[in-house]
């Protein structure tokens, strides 16, 4: 998400302020307010007051009765401060999201959900051009000229008293498991529906000076702005080189060839993606927030219960453990503008990357 600051003066010195500081902890005070609300049966106006809720989830608790719910995305969207507090939570994701650290960089292209957004773009070329004669333009199209949104869910279970309590403690580790588990969400959506529809998707060799120059001449046309989105496993090779290519991390956002490189869990295991982030349009928008006390589910990373194929599991009730789940939605939206915008290479294994 972009930050945008304003200045102030303060004894001759000219001090940067963020307007969303205020709404730094917004999203968990609401998380802790509809837990207690879930458990008490009061309203969420009576919550705010009787918990002196900071201001913008305060408004934000009295605003949203009858015409909707704070567990659509798409109408709490329409909230003032839950747009303010969702984009403060969203630049909070720090180097755990690849998809927002790219967002927030600027290197992907931001362009508005559900709008039409086919660009037609023209060079400086009147010196190098007849009078009379027509001028070449460059046509980025989308499918249907729309970034269409999609939504992104991440579930968290943590037990009651945690997101009760309201100790500065209690509402850091709340806050970490919540952009956790919505970076990961993130990033398994957008970087999907990216390689879903990459064009140029190749298989590693044990070359890998010739896979890197692979993907460059499919993606780098001069123009744009390059990017790496690596999963850790490749980072963690590439992040040893001993070539003198790059110092990339093999956590959050760093450079790889002086181009930004970043780390995914949402990429599966040996893929790099190469993008041009000028080709690449995204955005993300408010965050949806709803909990449950009586509910039951399987903890497993790879449940088995589910519609497709119904089998048995060992199901855990969230009221006789006394845990909650915090489901946090957000509407994203992301879309390669060409065909060659990305180049996506599988089955990495580059051993000579290593150093010894």
């Known amino acids: 998400m972009s930050v945008c600051f304003s200045t102030f003066e303060v004894q001759g010195e000219t001090l940067m302020q963020n307007?969303?500081?205020?709404?730094?902890?917004?999203i968990q005070s609401l998380v802790r307010a509809l837990v207690i609300a879930e458990k008490t049966g009061e309203t969420h106006s009576d919550i705010a007051d009787r918990l002196r809720m900071p201001a913008p989830a305060a408004r934000v608790l009295k605003a949203a009765v009858g015409a909707g719910t704070l567990s659509d995305p798409g109408w709490a969207n329409g909230l003032a401060d839950m747009q303010a507090a969702s984009s403060a939570f969203l630049q909070g994701l720090g180097g755990r999201s690849a998809f927002a650290s790219l967002l927030d960089l600027g290197v992907l292209t931001r362009a508005p959900l559900r709008s039409r957004v086919g660009a037609v773009t023209e060079g400086v070329v009147g010196a190098v051009t007849g009078e009379g004669e027509a001028r070449p333009v460059g046509r980025m199209s989308l499918n249907g000229d729309a970034l269409l949104p999609q939504e992104a869910t991440a579930i968290v279970v943590l037990s009651r008293e945690v997101v009760e309590n309201s100790s500065a403690a209690s509402q850091a580790f709340l806050s970490r498991q919540l952009r956790r588990a919505v970076a990961?969400?993130?990033?398994?959506?957008?970087l999907s529906t990216l390689?879903?529809?990459?064009?140029?998707?190749?298989?590693?060799?044990?070359?890998?000076?010739s896979d890197l120059k692979q993907m460059l001449d499919t993606v780098n046309s001069g123009e744009g702005r390059l990017c790496w989105i690596a999963a850790p496993d490749v980072a963690n090779s590439i992040a040893l080189l001993n070539d003198g290519r790059g110092s990339a991390s093999p956590e959050g956002v760093s450079e790889f060839l002086n181009l930004p490189f970043a780390v995914s869990a949402g990429l599966a295991a040996g893929t790099l993606v190469l993008l041009d982030g000028?080709?690449?349009?995204?955005?993300?928008?408010s965050l949806g927030i709803d909990v449950a006390r009586h509910a039951s589910l399987q903890m497993d990373d790879t449940p088995s219960n589910n519609a497709a194929t119904p089998t048995a599991a060992n199901l855990v009730s969230l009221w006789q453990v006394n845990a909650v789940a915090i489901k946090i939605s957000a509407l994203f939206g992301v879309v390669a503008g060409t065909p060659d915008a990305l180049a996506v290479?599988?089955?990495i294994a580059w051993p000579a990357l290593v150093s010894g």
């Open 195 to 209: 390689i879903s529809s990459a064009t140029p998707t190749f298989a590693a060799t044990t070359n890998h000076v």
């Open 278 to 285: 000028d080709r690449v349009l995204a955005d993300v928008e």
């Open 184 to 190: 990961k969400a993130l990033d398994a959506g957008a």
């Open 19 to 26: 307007p969303h500081a205020e709404f730094a902890g917004t």
């Open 345 to 347: 290479m599988t089955d």
